[in-house]
């Protein structure tokens, strides 16, 4: 095969540190989703949908045939987590969590997915994030040590 084709849709989930609700502010919240969203995009991972809550993201996203989506993700963090701290001095201690998750999506899930990352802050009246990672977690049948994932 003369190309390289592939097509792997990702649900990316991480937190700000110590879950502090930072993105108060709708109008900067929205522009750090766009933000992070150009990050990706320009790194080769197509940016489908960002959503999340005040203290928390989840993005939907192709997965970029250019690196490792570790390298992608850790880019969209740092690159936004400088461009919040120049947005507002209330912000200058601003941090994304250490860790993510990142989870697969089927091509007949996308849709559904979307609708759910646009409903956080409903979804977020009845459940925490620590309750919704956790069963993400289950659900994909990940280990994990609970000391470890919320740093």
Known sequence: MSQSLSKIILHIIFSTKDRFDFLTDEKIKQETHSFLAGILNTRGATCILVGGTSNHVHILSLQ??????????????????????????LLSKFH?????????????????VKKYILNQEEHHKTSSYKDEFRSFLKKYNIEYDEKYVWD
């Open 96 to 112: 994304w969590q250490n860790g993510y998750g990142v989870f697969s999506v089927s091509e007949s899930n996308v849709e559904i």
């Open 64 to 89: 970029s045939k250019k690196e490792l989506i570790s390298k992608t993700i850790g880019e969209g963090k740092r690159a936004s987590t400088l461009w919040l701290k120049d947005k507002s001095p």
